[in-house]
């Protein structure tokens, strides 16, 4: 195999790979530590492209008003998430019984006050989505340049070598 398709290959395995980690990290800093399988409230996302920056352009999280009754002050947000401007994720509704828990939910950090959540997805279904169309897709390359600088050539010719580096047949390297 040419070492040229090989270290594209390898470099595109370890970018996923990085790319789904840093996904999981950051799911568990949101309090997620028990199961990836919890229901997310979906403004607690808003921030995704900022504590991940390849993310920056590629992800947006998207308020939509659903439903407004002005005698009870009542006000139904749906929440998507759009990928690279075509690909959309429906995350779930989230209800407002006052003006200052909606403009929190969409402005601002977290408010529980006022609050009923109809939650469908789960951080699990969103790193999947993400991965599916980011990871897969040419213009949601998580990487920047090709390996060829950052390793060389020479030294993945030598992992890939019948006769030593990473690769020995029938060994294991720790």
Known sequence: MNTDILATKVYKALNRELFRRSLIKYFFDKGFKESMNKKLYPPVIQDISMSIPKLVGKIEIQPYVEDVNPLTGLVTLGWNLFCLGNQRMFL??????????????????????????????????????????????????????????????????????????FFKKNTFVN
């Open 92 to 165: 779930g509704n989230s209800t407002h019984t006052n003006l200052n828990s909606l403009n929190t939910a969409v402005n601002g950090p977290i408010c529980s006050e006022g609050v009923k959540t109809i939650q469908y997805k789960t951080p699990k279904e969103v790193i999947s989505f993400l991965m599916n169309n980011l990871a897969d897709s040419k213009d949601g390359d998580m990487g920047g340049e090709q390996p060829y600088n950052a390793v060389g050539i020479s030294s993945l010719s030598g992992m890939v070598s019948n006769n030593g580096g």
